[in-house]
C-alpha cells in the first residue's frame, strides 16, 4: 500500500465513512482528481471489503467532451469496474431551468448519480473533492457573505455523499498519478479565469500562500474549528425549533417565546422555518431573517412578503410563516366569518357612551365603536357588518379570537359553545381558532357577537334598553 493510499485508508476508516461490504458509486469525469480517487479505491477495495460503480456525465459543453467519456470507459473496464454513462444537453437544461451552467451541471450529476445508486442497489456516492477544493469554497462563502456554516467549507460527508480525498492536498493527488504513471484528460474550462471559482484556484491562493506561508493548511485548520462550532450551534437550534415552533395545515408559528432566544440561535430558527414553508433554501438569507426578526416585535397583524410566495404575520400568538396559497385557502374556506390571528383588545363601554368614538383597526377590517340613542326594537334592521350591542348590563367589550371554553347565547338561558356552533355553520377546523368575536370583557367567556356572523341573545336590543353602542364592521 502506498503512502498516499494508506492516508485515504486511514482517514476513511477514522470517519467511518465507509461500513464493510458497502457498494459505491464513483464520480468520474476522467480529470485527475476522479481518476486518483478511483484508482485509491480500487486499489483500497480488499482492505475495505468494497465494490465500485463508475458514472460519468457528458455534458454535451465542450468539444472533447466524446474523448472524456471514452477515456473513463477504457480506465473503468481496465479495472473490471462497471461503467456507467449519461449524456446530456447541460446548456439546454440551463437554458430551460433559468440556472447557470455550473448550477444545471451540478443538478443533472447528482440526479444521475442517486438514480444510479438505486438502480445498481450502491450505497454512497464517492466524488473527488479534495483539501483544495475546500479552502476555495471556503474564501468563496467568505467573499459573498455567509454563516458559520459556510466557513466549514465542503463535507468529508454529508448524508450519502462521501469525499475520500479531503485528507489530500492538489499537489498530493498530483504527485500519486505521476508515481503510478495515470494517464488522465485535462477539462479546459479548469485552466481559464472565466469562473469565480478558477479566479480563486489560480490566484487568490497562489498570492495568499505568498502572504502567509502554509495559508492552505491555515484554512482547513479553521474550517475544522468551526465545523465543532456549527455542530453546536445546529444542536441548539434544533432544541429551540422544537420548543418554539408549532407546524399546523402547512404554515408554521414561531411563538412569542422566541424573543427570549439569543439571536445566534433565533435566527437560524427563523431560517430553517423560513426554508420549510418554502421547500427551499436558495435565495433565503438575511434580508428575510432580518424582516420576519422585526415582526416578533411588531404589533398584531403586521405583514411581509417574500420570494417564493412566502408570508409572515404578526399575530398574538406569534409570528406565522405560510404561503399566499395557504392564506387564501384558510380566507376563502371561511370567507363568510371575519379571520385572523389578533391580540386581545378591550373596550371602555363607559367612554363609548359618554361620547368617545373607538377604533379599533386590524389587517383588512376596522371596527368602530358609538354610542346611539334608543330607539324602538324595529328601528334596528339586520346588518351583517353592523350590529347594535346592548350593554345595560355590560361594562366592558373585548375584540379577540375564539378561546376553548367560549360560548354564545342563543335564547333565554340557552347556550351553545362556540365550537360547536363553528362547527354547524361549516368553518373548517383548519382555521376555526382565526375567527375574530366580541365578548363580554366581564363575563370572558360569553361570546356577544362573531363578526359577521351571529349575534348573541343577551347582546339583542329590545324596547327596554337603554345603553347602546353601535358597532360598525368596514372591511378594507
Not at 259 to 275: G, N, P, Q
Request: glycine residues 6%.
Amino acid at each position: 500500500m502506498l503512502k498516499i493510499e494508506e492516508k485515504v485508508y486511514n482517514f476513511i476508516t477514522d470517519k467511518n465513512m465507509i461500513k464493510r461490504g458497502s457498494r459505491i458509486v464513483v464520480a468520474l469525469s476522467g480529470g485527475a482528481d476522479s481518476v486518483c480517487l478511483l484508482e485509491i479505491l480500487s486499489s483500497l477495495s480488499k482492505e475495505l471489503d468494497i465494490s465500485l460503480v463508475a458514472a460519468h456525465v457528458n455534458h454535451s459543453i465542450r468539444e472533447n467532451a466524446k474523448r472524456d467519456e471514452d477515456f473513463a470507459r477504457e480506465f473503468s473496464n481496465k479495472r473490471n469496474i462497471p461503467f456507467y454513462c449519461l449524456t446530456e444537453d447541460v446548456p439546454k437544461v440551463a437554458n430551460e431551468e433559468h440556472l447557470s451552467l455550473e448550477e444545471a451541471g451540478r443538478k443533472v450529476r447528482y440526479e444521475f448519480f442517486r438514480k444510479l445508486k438505486e438502480e445498481t442497489k450502491s450505497d454512497l456516492i464517492a466524488v473527488a473533492h479534495h483539501k483544495n477544493d475546500r479552502a476555495e469554497t471556503v474564501i468563496m462563502n467568505l467573499s459573498r457573505g455567509t454563516s458559520v456554516k459556510g466557513l466549514t467549507g465542503i463535507q468529508a460527508k454529508n448524508d450519502d455523499i462521501i469525499r475520500p480525498l479531503m485528507c489530500l492536498t492538489r499537489e498530493e493527488i498530483e504527485g500519486y498519478i505521476q508515481d503510478k504513471n495515470l494517464s488522465f484528460v485535462t477539462d479546459e474550462t479548469n485552466l481559464t479565469e472565466d469562473y469565480g471559482r478558477n479566479i480563486i484556484r489560480s490566484s487568490v491562493l497562489p498570492k495568499l500562500e505568498e502572504v502567509s506561508e502554509g495559508a492552505l493548511e491555515n484554512i482547513i485548520r479553521c474550517a475544522d474549528n468551526l465545523e465543532v462550532v456549527e455542530d453546536y450551534l445546529s444542536m441548539m437550534t434544533e432544541r429551540a425549533y422544537s420548543a418554539h415552533v408549532v407546524k399546523k395545515d402547512g404554515s408554521l408559528t414561531i411563538r412569542n417565546e422566541i424573543s427570549y432566544v439569543h439571536k445566534a440561535i433565533r435566527d437560524r430558527v427563523i431560517l430553517e422555518a423560513l426554508c420549510e414553508v418554502a421547500g427551499r433554501r436558495k435565495d433565503i438569507g438575511k434580508v428575510q431573517i432580518d424582516s420576519v426578526a422585526d415582526l416578533i416585535n411588531a404589533e398584531s397583524g403586521k405583514r411581509r412578503e417574500f420570494i417564493y410566495s412566502l408570508v409572515a404575520v404578526r399575530t398574538a400568538k406569534g409570528v406565522v410563516i405560510t404561503t399566499k396559497e395557504n392564506e387564501e385557502m384558510a380566507l376563502k374556506s371561511g370567507q363568510d366569518y371575519y379571520l385572523w390571528d389578533i391580540a386581545s383588545v378591550k373596550i371602555d363601554v363607559e367612554r363609548v357612551l359618554n361620547g368617545r368614538e373607538i377604533r379599533v383597526e386590524m389587517p383588512g377590517c376596522e371596527l368602530t365603536f358609538n354610542a346611539v340613542s334608543g330607539k324602538n326594537k324595529g328601528e334596528y334592521p339586520i346588518k351583517r357588518y353592523t350590529k347594535w350591542i346592548n350593554c345595560d348590563k355590560i361594562k366592558c367589550l373585548c375584540v379577540r379570537n375564539i378561546a376553548p371554553d367560549d360560548y354564545i347565547r342563543i335564547e333565554g338561558d340557552k347556550l351553545k359553545k362556540i365550537k360547536d356552533y363553528l362547527v354547524d355553520i361549516k368553518v373548517p377546523s383548519a382555521v376555526r381558532n382565526k375567527v375574530v368575536v366580541l365578548s363580554d370583557g366581564d363575563n370572558k367567556n360569553e361570546v356577544l357577537w362573531v363578526l359577521s356572523g351571529r349575534l348573541g341573545a343577551n347582546a339583542k336590543v329590545d324596547e327596554n334598553t337603554k345603553r347602546i353602542v353601535e358597532v360598525s364592521m368596514e372591511m378594507r
